[in-house]
């Protein structure tokens, strides 16, 4: 389809900027003619990353009139074939359809789609709503030039193009990232472009619950008791029933840890897939993609995605997109599957088996290992290194209210550790005993700081003033780019009637509703500082927390 | 027969005291705070006193010595118990000094010329008789109540010189003195508050409560997260069970965590504890200092079949150094950790330390 093959074109060669529209046309002539030589493309990309940057500077410096008119005259020379191509462009974002219309009577001249886009950042229009468009529009267009970047490289005779383009892709990463919505909770204007998108998806909006305690009025706070799916109709038709029941089980906690999450959301991403048909006059690959859109926001609904679903949710969208145009359904079909499958294989299970086999080294006859809650690749670790008669008794340590030690005390009872049961607060009387800790993540951050299970932090803390070597297992497909500092900017609420606690028939916070200066709160993550982490084992190998961006760029290279 | 009447009385007032105490035993602690045990022991010492039939100060200290033996052998946790047991023998040492005339202070003072001159052990027997010894004794006794019963009003009092306004300060489980401390504060400043619940007992639920009913600002948080939200917060205002002769503290389990967290965000530690819960013990008693309770509170019997092979613990009390601890507050004002051994010797004498 002539739309479809030409805006992902368009956004192949713009790089990690503002729009930067003369690219546009300059790739599109390349591309619509077939695969150009080598020399056209990288001079359009190369002209293409200057002409943004001075595109940026003028944008910023000019007024909305001036600014159209000299675009006008820089643009003139190449504008006559983009007239269609350049009307089509809007429409495809729907965030900026309001804008669309006024932008493109504003230029003068209509074909040039520099001044279509530049209104959109000049135009008086409401400014939230304006910085999210153009970011928006931005990561689409970055998301578009990668995969354009890789279907290039897939050509004949373009591959080294590639490459060379790949490098500096990577170094200008966006330094403008959107703010995840959910960390935005105390935003108005946030929560009602949220409201507006979801009822656009048909998506109900889950409510907040119980006083927030006012250093955490940025985030949501759920109830239990008042799951999403009570507000979907039955049979739901937007969203599949196997998302439904997946995101029943996030929010009621029957599913969790995020190595469970992932291969559950992959497995009823596969499940998704078998049951899609391409509609008429579309293409599996942009489809299939703007299909899973409205489920992932459901899912987000239910329970805010953890970083290795993040990453998870990147990998298929992006082997989606690569699908080529001329692929049969049911082959494309098979191919995702295999590639979900194989995504499982390679991340999870292998990772683990990988990280075991490093771990083992580490534990040697006579220790005494101290686990916190329940890691399911730390329970395997053990129950692995136990196998290979190794001699050594573990001390679980447990916090409330969660209290997930407990699953994981069953599990290595169940293969025969002799196991010691604490809670947090005896972590004082405990620690003199212990020779080594073993920790889980739940995903590790740019800045080498640990996210992890609220407690890590604690423990880790205290490990180390008893001279404790503490050890992180983590696979690598839970690194993650943020970075953050401390607990509060971005975490997640959990229900906060789950402190309540009947001791003796007496529920002393019974009424904690009522009482207005009571507040509960009830954590799910904390971010342990680096220095605290001695090891970190990962698939690759062992490496010390500060070491995680280097894994990362290795990782972007490879991709 | 008036005599026999009394005594009896005595004698059962005694073991109805001591019961309390087993009692008490249990993880949920004693049943009446340390403050009442105080005052309850005291006035049992007191009509000891009143009532017991000695002839000169050396008799009195052997019979309150036995009774406190008996006292303290019934729940050895609660050191309260103990030290007002030494407080009465040191007033009696005083007294018996004062009647005889001779100068407290070149009794108390074990220099090394005293030691070399008198060769050992001092000549003090305590044989000699006073006639008012014995109202003496009971006067310094009734002061000694008194001051126990302001202690918490005396230490609420500095609250305003501590708490300054818009201030977060975090709390671990329950304290008397510290919501006291917390209430008294609230009266003219604004602040908020962060209870630590302190499993498994929760504690901190009934502390968040209280002080939410005085319109203090609470927010109740799991233990687990005491790390996470420490670098929010400006102090951390504790309670105990006991100050150990180093300056370091036996103080309800996780107490530990909360010091080691507040010194790495350098927040200040303050300890608000009377008087009369310094003892002159050291923490190096690996047998004695740690105290147990039923592991059921923990893990529960309903876990089922793991529970044989499993080892649960559920430890009572922390150890907290004084290097952990910025500062004391207790009723007779502020002193630093390094201060305490100084504060002990005006209380208890050096040879009542081993009852």
Same mark, same amino acid.
């Given at each position: ?222 109830? =239990? ?19 439904? =029941? ?314 | ?93 005083? !007294? ?11 009794? %108390? %003072? ?36 008194t001051e126990l019963d302001g202690t918490t009003d005396n230490i609420a009092m500095q609250a305003l010189e501590h708490i300054h306004s818009n201030e ?10 510290? !919501? ?176």
């Open positions: 389809m002539k739309r479809e093959s030409i805006v992902p074109a368009a956004c192949a060669a713009v790089t990690y900027t503002v729009l930067c529209h003369p690219h546009h046309h300059t790739v599109f002539i390349v591309l619509t003619d077939g695969p150009g030589n080598k020399d056209d493309i990288t001079r359009s990309k190369n002209e293409g990353k200057e002409l943004s940057k001075e595109e940026k500077q003028r944008l910023r410096k000019q007024k909305k009139q001036q600014k159209k008119q000299k675009e006008r005259k820089n643009e003139k020379s190449e504008t006559e074939k983009e007239k269609t191509p350049v009307s089509l462009l809007p429409p495809p974002r729907p965030v900026a359809t309001q804008k669309a219309p006024s932008a493109l009577p504003a230029p003068a001249s209509a074909p040039i789609p520099v001044p279509a886009s530049a209104p959109f950042h000049s135009s008086p229009a409401p400014s939230p709503a304006d910085k999210p468009a153009k970011s928006k529009a931005e990561l689409k267009a970055e998301r578009r030039a990668r995969q354009e970047t890789d279907r290039a490289a897939k050509q004949p005779g373009s591959s080294s193009s590639g490459i060379k383009t790949k490098v500096p892709l990577s170094e200008l990463n966006p330094v403008v990232k959107r703010l995840p919505e959910h960390v935005q909770v105390d935003d108005p204007a946030v929560v009602k472009r949220l409201a507006k998108k979801l009822e656009r998806q048909q998506i109900p909006l889950r409510s907040d619950y119980g006083y927030k305690v006012s250093l955490f009025s940025h985030l949501h706070q759920y109830s =239990r008791k008042a799951p999403l799916t009570q507000q979907l109709s039955i049979p739901s038709t937007v969203i599949h029933p196997s998302i439904v =029941r997946l995101g029943l089980q996030y929010s009621q906690g029957i599913v969790a840890g995020s190595n469970a999450r992932s291969v559950a959301l992959l497995h009823a991403f596969k499940q998704v897939i078998r049951d899609y048909t391409t509609p008429p006059n579309e293409e599996l690959s942009r489809d299939l993609v703007n299909k899973l859109k409205p489920y992932i926001s459901f899912l987000n609904q239910c329970r805010p995605l953890s970083a290795s679903m993040g990453n998870a949710i990147k990998y298929i969208k992006k082997e989606i997109s690569n699908i080529p145009s001329q692929c049969k359904e049911e082959e494309a079909k098979t191919k995702l599957l295999t590639c979900i499958d194989r995504y499982i294989e390679e991340k999870i299970v292998l990772a683990a088996k990988a990280i075991s086999k490093y771990a083992i080294e580490k534990i040697s006859d006579g220790d005494v290992i101290l686990v916190y809650g329940c890691s399911s690749l730390v329970n395997n670790i053990l129950c692995e290194a136990f196998e290979k008669s190794r001699k050594f008794r573990v001390i679980v340590v447990d916090s409330r209210p969660r209290l997930e030690g407990r699953e994981a005390l069953r599990r290595l009872v169940q293969r025969g550790i002799s196991c010691t049961y604490v809670l947090i607060s005896a972590l004082s009387y405990i620690l003199p005993e212990v020779s080594k800790v073993f920790l889980g993540a739940h995903a590790l951050l740019a800045n080498g700081y640990v996210m992890s299970r609220v407690g890590t932090s604690q423990i880790a803390l205290v490990a180390r003033t008893f001279n404790v070597p503490v050890l992180v297992c983590c696979e690598t497909y839970k690194f993650c780019e943020k970075v953050q500092t401390d607990s509060f900017v971005s975490n997640e609420l959990d229900d906060p009637d789950d402190l309540m606690v009947t001791r003796k028939g007496k529920t002393q916070l019974e009424n904690w509703q009522d009482v207005s200066s009571l507040g509960l709160l009830n954590l799910v993550y904390d971010v342990t500082p680096p220095d605290f982490v001695d090891l970190v084992i990962t698939d690759l190998g062992m490496i010390p927390c500060t070491s995680v961006p280097v894994v990362l760029r290795v990782k972007n290279l490879d991709q | 027969m008036p005599g026999a009447d009394k005594e009896a009385d005595l004698t059962e007032r005694i073991e109805a005291f001591l019961a309390d105490l087993k009692r008490g035993g249990c993880g949920t602690g004693p049943i009446r705070g340390s403050g009442e045990t105080a005052r309850e022991t005291t006035a049992l010492l007191r009509k000891v006193t009143a009532q017991a039939r000695w002839s000169s100060a050396g008799d009195l200290m052997e019979i309150i010595r036995k009774e406190g033996r008996r006292m303290t052998a019934a729940q050895p946790s609660e050191t309260t118990v103990g030290n007002m047991v030494l407080r009465v023998l040191k007033i009696i040492r005083e !007294e018996y000094a004062r009647s005889r005339g001779s100068s407290e202070e070149t009794d %108390q %003072q074990e220099s090394l010329h005293k030691l070399l001159t008198s060769g050992g052990l001092s000549e003090e027997n305590f044989r000699q008789h006073f006639v008012h010894l014995k109202a003496n004794v009971i006067e310094a006794i009734n002061e000694l109540l977060v300060i975090m709390t671990v489980g329950r304290s008397r003195t510290v !919501e006291a401390f917390l209430k008294d504060a609230a009266r003219k400043r604004k602040f908020h508050v962060i209870v630590a619940e302190c499993a498994p007992f929760c504690q901190g639920h009934e502390m968040a409560t209280n002080l939410s009913k005085a319109s203090i600002e609470t927010t109740v948080i799991a233990d687990a997260a005491i790390f996470a939200v420490m670098s929010r917060v400006n102090k951390v205002i504790i309670g105990t069970q006991t100050v150990l002769a180093n300056g370091g503290l036996r103080a309800v389990n996780g107490t530990h965590t909360v010091a080691l967290a507040a010194r790495h965000h350098s927040t200040p530690l303050i300890v608000c504890a009377p008087m009369f819960k310094l003892s002159p013990q050291f923490p190096n008693e690996e047998d004695t200092f740690h105290k147990f309770v039923s592991p059921h509170e923990v893990l529960p019997f309903t876990e089922g079949e793991i529970l044989s092979k499993v080892n649960v613990h559920c430890p009572v009390f922390d150890y907290v150094p004084p290097e952990l601890i910025t500062l004391f507050i207790s009723n007779i004002g502020g002193n630093a950790p390094s201060y305490i051994y100084r504060l002990m010797s005006e209380l208890y004498h050096p040879e009542d330390h081993d009852l």
